[in-house]
């Protein structure tokens, strides 16, 4: 059964490695608006991963630009190995965007 809270909803999942392309997938397939952030810069990442997520829909924003427009996202999903001091989820948090684990993304 699809999780309707996700539904329609612009979310943000914060980290490109593998767990949050998997967070990314299960979002999309619940019919979430989702982008992957990545402070990383692009040419950095798996060409693989970006190009599998973009394929099946997700956006992708990778490098400072990641940092940018956090208030356009309903909820974001934090991915193990991203901080949450980091500046990319700081960033979420300024500005009162809920922040789950991607463990708590799984077990709702």
């Not at 190995?81 to 077990?107: C, K, T, Y």
Request: charged share 20%; proline share 3%; glycine share 8%.
């Amino acid at each position: 059964m699809k999780n309707v809270r996700y539904k329609n909803q612009n979310i943000a999942v914060l980290g490109a490695g593998l767990s949050g392309s998997a967070a990314a997938f299960l979002l999309r397939s619940e019919g979430a608006r989702v982008t992957v952030l990545d402070s990383a810069e692009e040419k950095n990442l798996l060409k693989s991963t970006i190009d599998n997520l973009r394929a099946q829909g997700v956006h992708v924003i990778c490098g400072a630009a990641a940092d940018e427009n956090s208030s356009a996202y309903d909820m974001a999903i934090l991915s193990p190995g991203i901080d949450p001091a980091s500046p990319l989820a700081r960033n979420f948090l300024s500005r009162g965007i809920e922040i789950i684990s991607e463990l708590e993304l799984g077990w709702q």
